[in-house]
Every structure is written in structure tokens, then in C-alpha cells.
């Protein structure tokens, strides 16, 4: 969990390894972790995803979600 207030929360990254991909264990952690929320009385949990990744919008899908807009990653350096 990245960010946590009273009633929502903000998910972090969520990575498969290839290897492991397709068993569920994305699907398994979220479900436990909307439970766990739910016990706290979040209302609204954000998961920051790419959404161009078919299986995260399938998950998302399971979960009940919906992608509701892109983010802009802005990458920043010295200009050394």
C-alpha cells in the first residue's frame, strides 16, 4: 500500500514475475487486500496501472474496477 487515509488507499506496483504469471497470485493478493481494506472501512482503493496490459485490466475487471484515466510518469535527473 502506498498511501492509506481514512476511507481510500493507493496500491503501489503490483508484479508478476513471467514465471508466475497466470496462476492467480496477482488476483489472490488483491482480493486479500480489498478485504483487508474493506475491514478498515476504505471506500475507494486506486491501483496504478499501465493500461495497455490486458491481464491488468482483466484483474481490475475481477476486482470490480475500471481504468479511469492514465497517469504521466515524468522521469527526473540532474542536468549534470
Known amino acids: 500500500v502506498a ?12 508484479y ?8 492467480g497470485y496477482a ?3 488483491l482480493e486479500a487486500l480489498q478485504r483487508l481494506f474493506v475491514e478498515r472501512g ?6 496504478y496501472v499501465d493500461p495497455t496490459n490486458d ?3 482483466a484483474l481490475a ?12 510518469d515524468v522521469e527526473c535527473r540532474s542536468a549534470s
Not at 3 to 13: H, M, N, T
Open 3 to 14: 498511501r492509506e487515509s481514512d476511507k481510500s488507499a493507493a496500491v503501489g506496483l503490483v
Open 61 to 72: 475487471s475481477t476486482l470490480g474496477g475500471r481504468v479511469v484515466h492514465d497517469e504521466i
Open 55 to 57: 491481464a491488468v485490466l
Open 42 to 47: 476504505v471506500l475507494r482503493a486506486y491501483l
Open 27 to 29: 488476483t489472490k493478493a
Open 16 to 23: 508478476t514475475p513471467a514465471a508466475y504469471r497466470g496462476r
